[in-house]
């Protein structure tokens, strides 16, 4: 039975609207008051240098997403599997491996899904589930170190090691290993996506990065998220610097910016796809969508499948 058997279209649709408004719920924690007392320097300072991993991975948020990962069951996908899978440096992820339908055009396709910085793996299980729907692929979603049930704690060197640990998976698996892969990143994920691509590229198998609303660097998004800190951005250690990166990609990549999105400015995303040097490089405007909603925009998915299409098609 494939994957895509079950629920109407309205009803997926209803269920990534829940999606976004679920973790749209975090936003405000990304969006910090300005701090206007006499001691604002210190403050500011101990918050970037001490607590900025609490404030850029709130993988406690939504409440309970620690502990209630939604399955795909729950979605009626059921061509799937549960998946632990260690790390070099001793942690265990959670993942779910999804089949698209079998013996489809696409079949030899596998989307590698990361997500934004809080909430876990079953959140966005709609989202993978109109990826099945609209381009018949495979999708392999992660869970980082520290979100839903996977151990240890985020860190942005344990979040490469997480990505590298997924995509040496799929490599691996008898299933997978002669698959093409596509890189798909959102907000956060875009970023882990950048620089796997980067790092991952020679070997051929990547045929594409799809990255949506993702910033700069963390640094260059710092002004943004707490304003009285700008001169204060050389502090953040977990610096995630996608600017740096992205020239060096070299696989077609497709950019889907939400012209709306009020945690990380539009201008990261466009500053991001002028960088880039892929030899092909699609800019998808979503001119309602904020930083969650861009996935119920318009053309979001037909965007995707069309360029999973595309890309696949001409590696051939």
Request: charged residues 20%; neutral net charge; proline residues 7%.
């Amino acid at each position: 039975m494939s994957s895509t058997a079950g629920a109407s279209l309205p009803q997926t649709t209803s269920f990534l609207e829940q999606t976004v408004s679920l973790v749209s719920s975090v936003a405000g924690y990304m969006r910090l008051p300005a701090i206007a007392s006499t001691g604002v320097a210190a403050v500011l300072t101990t918050l970037l240098y001490f607590k900025q991993k609490a404030l850029i991975y709130p993988s406690h948020m939504p409440p309970n997403s620690r502990t209630d990962i939604p399955r795909p069951s729950q979605f009626n996908i059921r061509d799937y599997e549960e998946l632990i899978i260690p790390t070099n440096d001793g942690e265990k992820l959670s993942a779910f491996y999804i089949r698209g339908p079998r013996g489809g055009p696409n079949s030899n396709v596998t989307v590698l899904m990361f997500h934004g910085n809080a909430g876990n793996i079953g959140h966005r299980l709609p989202i993978a589930r109109m990826l099945l729907s609209a381009a018949g692929c495979n999708v392999f979603m992660l869970e980082y170190r520290g979100y839903g049930i996977s151990t240890g704690e985020p860190d942005e060197s344990g979040l490469n090691i997480d990505a590298q640990t997924a995509l040496d998976y799929l490599r691996d698996r008898a299933e997978t290993r002669d698959h093409k892969y596509l890189i798909y990143g959102q907000s956060l994920g875009g970023a882990v996506g950048v620089r796997l691509v980067a790092k991952n590229q020679a070997v051929g198998d990547i045929s594409g990065l799809i990255l949506e609303n993702t910033f700069l660097s963390m640094r260059k998004l710092i002004p943004s998220i707490i304003p009285p800190a700008k001169y204060l951005a050389i502090l953040c250690h977990q610096v995630w610097p996608s600017d740096s990166y992205i020239p060096n990609v070299k696989v077609p990549t497709l950019f889907l910016s939400g012209l709306q999105d009020e945690i990380v400015p539009p201008i990261h995303m466009k500053r991001l796809y002028d960088l880039s040097t892929a030899p092909i490089k699609i800019w998808k405007p979503l001119p309602g969508g904020d930083h969650n909603s861009s996935v119920l925009e318009e053309g979001y998915f037909e965007a995707i499948a069309d360029f999973i299409y595309r890309v696949t098609r001409e590696k051939q």
